[in-house]
Each structure stands twice: as structure tokens, then as C-alpha cells.
């Protein structure tokens, strides 16, 4: 009982930590790590916890991702559609309510987990690994090559124009 009470008590004091990172200078990595835990990481954790608990942690971390970024993304354009300009605060408002929900979901009782014979991690690991890697290069391959083009930066000229507050940039 007491590893699920310091497992939460350590996931709120992670999400206040990122909320705060916020607060220091625009050029700062700990800001940018804040950023990157309020938009791709918290928001999914305890989800991807509530749906997959017996999943291995690192598939259940990139679940936790993607639950992040989709989840940011739909809330994100939501906003976009409320009446006036979208505000810093709406936004990291919306993004703590969708990782705090899942707190009103969670069991007194454990669910029964089955045990699965242990197994050498990278042998379990290893395709999921080789996705990432795979990924990571051809993301990071020639980064500094080009910048937006053609459609990409229309696309990026119509987000920012939803974020200054046009209500017609959509």
C-alpha cells in the first residue's frame, strides 16, 4: 500500500516540477524539459498505467507518448475552437486536468497481475528498440539540411496564426 502512495506522491511532485520548470528563462533546458514533460509524457503516464498494467514499462512509457502527444494535439485544437484567442494558461490548464483525471479512476484493490517467467530484456526488447532507433535516425539524419517547406510551412504558419489569436486561422 505504501509503494502506490510514494508512486503518486512522486507523479504529482513530477508534475508540479514541470509546471514550475515553466517559470525560468526561455533559454533554459530545465524550461524545455518541463515542456517536453507536460506535452509528451505526464499526460499519458497514468493512463497508459490504468490500461496496460501489465505491459513492460518501456512499451508502456511509449504508449504513455503517444497518449501524450495525440491528447495534447486534440486538446490543443478543442481551444482552438472556444471563442477568443488561446492563452498559455488554457493550454497547461487542459494539459494537468488530462493527467490528473485518471487519479479519480484508481482501484483500493490491486488488479491480479499474471507473472510471465522473466526474460533477458533485450530479447523481449529488441523490436521495439530497433523501431525507435530506426526512427531517431531518420528523424535526426540531415536535421540542419532544410527547413519547412511547401505544405509544412503552411501548416506552420496556420498553427501560429491560431495561437496569436486568429479565430479564422483554422
Known sequence: MWRNRTLLWGYLAVLLAANLMLLLPPASVLRVTG?????????????????????????????????????????????????????????????????LLPLLFIRRRPIAVRHSPIRPFFKEHLPLLLILAVALFLRAANLSYSEFQGDEALAMLSAAEALEGHEDAL
Open 35 to 99: 515542456a517536453l514533460l507536460l506535452l509528451a509524457i505526464l499526460p499519458g503516464g497514468l493512463w497508459a498505467t490504468r490500461f496496460f498494467p501489465t505491459e513492460p514499462p518501456l512499451l508502456r512509457g511509449v504508449i504513455a507518448a503517444g497518449i501524450s502527444v495525440a491528447a495534447t494535439a486534440l486538446l490543443a485544437l478543442a481551444l482552438q475552437y472556444l471563442p477568443g484567442p488561446v492563452q498559455t494558461w488554457h493550454l497547461l490548464a487542459a494539459l494537468n486536468l488530462i493527467a
